[in-house]
């Protein structure tokens, strides 16, 4: 890394601001280019700015592979670029390495879930919301995904849970408002009270 004028740049030379570089990153590079909490940190300052760049974060990892926030780092990064594997490897190179991450579980799980993979989502927002009962975000998801893969109940439960630990979520009283909407409009089941059965 070197300083050109009033701009920094790496060793690929993506510019960012001074002032959107903390001061004492630039003096640890200055004197360590390889810094890996340095390193790491502008890496993460240019994943913030929209540069999707992986290099400075790769660069971190190389010189020390066993830190589970920067395979997370390293996650989210990959996962903007679209290497959704890849992201997935990272995630879980991250929670291997602190299994009680929840950032890098709320993470994986939204690859997961974007990807269609209900089930494994699922798994981890479970697993999110017995670890940490008042992540509200966690239980939104929960209730989402579970609704996508023809688990109404368990979805509209969660769902509600939301709302009692944030009742300021937007997002969950639309959620709620949409699974009740579509149980309504579910079939009833042949035989149920309050049915005729077709002769």
Do not use: W
């Not at 003096?27 to 929209?50: N, S």
């Not at 300021?168 to 009270?193: E, I, M, W």
């Amino acid at each position: 890394m070197v300083l050109l004028g009033e701009r920094v740049a790496d060793a690929q030379h993506e510019y960012l601001e001074p002032r959107h570089v903390p001061p004492a990153c630039l003096a640890i590079l200055e004197t360590d280019p390889e810094h890996i909490d340095a390193l790491h940190q502008l890496g993460v300052v240019q994943y913030q700015l929209g540069a999707l760049d992986i290099a400075l974060v790769r660069r971190a990892l190389a010189r020390d592979s066993e830190r589970a926030h920067i395979h997370n780092s390293e996650g989210l990064v990959l996962g903007e670029l679209g290497q959704r594997e890849d992201a997935v490897c990272a995630f879980e190179r991250a929670i291997e390495l602190e299994p009680a991450f929840l950032e890098a579980k709320m993470s994986l799980a939204g690859l997961f879930f974007d990807g269609g993979d209900f089930e494994r989502a699922v798994a981890l927002y479970r697993d999110v919301v017995e670890q940490s009962p008042s992540l509200a975000s966690a239980h939104d998801k929960l209730g989402i995904a579970p609704a996508l893969s023809d688990e109404g109940e368990e979805a509209l439960a969660a769902v509600e849970r939301t709302i009692e630990v944030d009742a300021t979520s937007v997002d969950a009283y639309f959620n709620k408002g949409n699974l009740c909407r579509a149980k309504a409009r579910d079939p009833p089941q042949h035989g149920a009270p309050g049915t005729r059965q077709l002769p």
